[in-house]
């Protein structure tokens, strides 16, 4: 991880990449997104958030347990389907706060990926609070 944070960190302001370290995402409550999510779905969801590094620059990301299984009839033609993040990033306008798009991915049987994002959501770092707005 220490090669990347050199690598990426020159393309952040310094009060930004504070919050793109695997200490600061374990501080993240993630039971207030569950239940969002948990209820929005209507499963119970779990929520893992990771360091992903892509086009020179650091995200979170975050993913679900697979949940193929609480599909319904899609279970047989489905081969995965997980909650997982769409497109996040640190806010430009509020110093700590990171927003994310979460989408309900799948991949069917025969190959095919697809997703439907359901969800945004704002985690301030300094207040430790969420909003949520459904899509």
């Keep these: 991880m220490k090669r990347y944070v050199s690598k990426f ?4 302001k310094e009060d930004k990449f504070q919050y793109l370290t695997d200490e600061a995402i374990k501080s993240v409550d993630t ?4 239940s969002e999510i948990s ?3 209507k499963i119970p969801v779990t ?3 990771s360091i992903a590094g892509l086009s020179n620059r650091l995200r979170i990301e975050g993913e679900s347990q697979e949940i193929v299984n609480k599909t319904g009839i899609f279970k047989a033609v489905l081969k995965t389907c997980k909650v997982e993040t769409f ?23 025969d190959g095919g990926s697809n997703g439907m ?3 945004n959501s704002w985690y301030n770092f300094n207040t430790k609070k969420w909003i949520f707005r459904s899509r």
């Design 9 to 12: 960190k020159n393309s952040f």
């Design 31 to 34: 039971k207030a997104l569950e």
């Design 39 to 41: 209820s929005m779905l």
């Design 47 to 49: 929520i893992k958030l």
């Design 87 to 109: 497109n996040t990033n640190m806010s430009s306008e509020e110093d700590g706060v990171w927003w994310a798009t979460w989408s309900l991915r799948y991949q069917n049987k």
């Design 117 to 119: 994002t359901f969800l």
